[in-house]
Structures are given as C-alpha cells and as structure tokens.
C-alpha cells in the first residue's frame, strides 16, 4: 500500500474536487482518496498491485484538463550521521546509556498508562462512552492518509436547511405541485454542470409527478460566456422556450460559447430573432441573473452544480444513487 499527493492546477470549483475524489475511489486498488479545493491538492492511498501511479495520474488529469505535479515527501538526511560516527568506546557508552534511558521510558509509560486505567474507570457512565467515541476518532484521524486535505463539503455534516420562495418567474420542470423540489444554482459553462444535466432528466422521468427541478443561475467569475448564457436563457423563455433552449446549451457547451451562437441556436429553436437578438444586447436580464446569484451566495453557494433537496444541500455532480437516496427518504 502506498500513498501519493499531487498538486493540481486549473481546479477551478469545489465540485470539481468532489469529483476527483468520486471518480478516484470508484477505481479498483485506490484504498481511499481526498482532494481539497483551496489548498489545489489530492491525495490517494492505494494498492500498487491493483494500480499504477501513472493510472491515478491520468484519473485526475482527465478529470478537468487539469495540470498535475506530483508532491515528494521529504527523504530523511542520513548521510552527515554516517560520516560522522564516534569511536567503539564512545558506542558502548552511548548504548549503555540509551539501555538506562530505555528502561526509564517504559517505567513511565507503564505509570502513565496504570493513571489513564485507573481515571477512565472513575468516570460516570456516560463519560466513559465519550472517551471511547474520542479514542475511535482519535484513531481514524491518526490513520487518515489525508493529513493536510481538508474534508469535503458533503463530509461537513452541516444539517442546515434552506427555504425557497417558488414563484412564476421561477424556471420549473416537472409538475408544479410535486412533493420534492430539487433547486439548481448551476453554471450553462461548467462542464460538471452539463454532466449533472442527464442525471436530472432521469430523476424527472423516474420521478415523474413526485419531482419537479427549479433551475437558478449561478455564474461563476472565470467563466466568461456563463453570465451571457444565462440571459440568452432568459430571452428564450420569454419566448416560451426556456427548457429548449437550456437543453442546447448543455448539448452544444463542447463546442463553445459566444454571443453569435447564443443567436444561431435562438433561430434553429424558432425563436423571433429581432426580438432575441434585441434582449440579448441591452442586457434586459442581466439583473434577474444577477439576483438568483446573489441569493445562491446567500444560502451558502459557492461552486456549481448545487442542488437544494427540499432544502437540503447535495453539492457537486453527484451521481443518480445519491439523489435517489434522498428523494426516497423524503416519499416515504
């Protein structure tokens, strides 16, 4: 078993971590693996028998296009104290003085653990419980391969839920008057976003009358063309073809994004094309836009995709189990 670390360039969102990690742990040989979004780093531990750290390299390079240096531990110095060595009295000496020091350490380690026996059957019964449960997480830190890896978001345990106002200007698929609503904030250019898309029209379809899916634009910085998209969006919808136009977005996000695509894919939905192109250049939602990433940033958002399950925060591309597991939860 072994471990490695990279440094990883061009993660550019905390899903895009999650991922890493999700597509890392599904791999046969990988024991366990954690990437961490601010410090720009993954970590794996893994059986070499099962699979190569060339394999695990390409995982995470693959993952996003992604520039990756692997970290080197520190190698102990053992050079100057070989070169240095004192004469065979000086030895015998100085071994006869670590068999005096080593005796006194297990004295003392023997007192110090009688002390710890004897305080832990002093303590109530409940506080007993408690150090057991601090021993357990004592333990699973000091064998966390992690070390500097901070956990993910959805490791956070944050039970927190978020309420919605869901009104006519909310973007609604599904039946309207479904008992789980899943809330989007996603991104037309991010790439985990558009992979998330076929996972939800699954749900809907499986789903159908028990789910509906609100979608809410979250457009990140690095992403030039997200804000753009997203008021293309809107125009179709005030066309009455919202959805179509969300589906060819996602469809055609490989090939690029720009205002002059944003119009071509307007006309081959039907859209009126004055009337598109007119909405599209004065900005006309660039507020409403804005609006639903202010308040994206509000409940908590800070990367796309992330989805609200009545309330409930799932953050990153998720796979189609995980959402499943909630909704089934929530129908029982």
């Not at 240096?69 to 071994?95: H, T, Y």
């Not at 006869?96 to 380690?109: D, E, Q, R």
């Not at 994004?257 to 004065?282: I, M, Y």
Request: hydrophobic letters at 35%.
């Amino acid at each position: 078993m072994k471990k490695i670390k990279f440094q990883i360039k061009g993660m550019n969102c905390k899903s895009c971590a999650l991922l890493i990690e999700e597509k890392l742990k599904s791999k046969p040989g990988i024991i366990t693996a954690k990437a961490n979004f601010d410090a720009q780093k993954a970590v794996a531990v893994y059986d070499e028998q099962k699979i190569s750290e060339g394999e695990i390299s390409n995982i995470i390079r693959e993952g996003g296009d992604y520039q990756i240096k692997k970290i080197e531990e520190p190698e102990e110095e053992s050079g100057s104290l070989q070169s240095a060595q004192p004469s065979q009295p000086a030895n015998q000496e100085v071994m006869t003085s670590l068999k005096g020091l080593t005796s006194l350490v297990i004295i003392s380690l023997a007192l110090n653990l009688v002390t710890v026996i004897t305080s832990f059957k002093s303590l109530p019964k409940e506080n007993k419980n408690t150090g057991a449960a601090n021993a357990q997480d004592y333990l699973a830190q000091a064998n966390n391969p992690s070390d500097d890896i901070n956990p993910s978001p959805l490791d956070s345990g944050n039970s927190n839920i978020q309420t919605f106002q869901i009104g006519p200007n909310d973007r609604i698929r599904g039946d309207v008057n479904a008992p789980v609503t899943l809330v989007e904030f996603s991104d037309f250019e991010c790439p985990f976003c558009a992979r998330i898309y076929p996972t939800f029209n699954k749900i809907l379809s499986d789903y159908k009358g028990k789910v509906r899916l609100v979608y809410k634009y979250f457009p990140l910085d690095f992403h030039p063309n997200a804000r753009k998209a997203a008021e293309a969006a809107e125009c179709a919808a005030e066309q009455g073809k919202f959805w179509e136009y969300h589906d060819k977005l996602f469809v055609n996000q490989p090939t690029g994004f720009s205002v002059d695509k944003f119009k071509q894919w307007a006309g081959e939905l039907g859209l009126n094309a004055t009337q598109f192109n007119g909405c599209l250049d004065t900005g006309k939602y660039a507020q409403k836009v804005e609006s639903e990433l202010q308040e994206g940033t509000a409940k908590g958002v800070d990367g796309t995709p992330a989805t609200f399950v009545n309330g409930k925060l799932i953050s990153g591309a998720q796979p189609y189990d995980a959402f499943k597991k909630e909704i089934d939860s929530l129908l029982q």
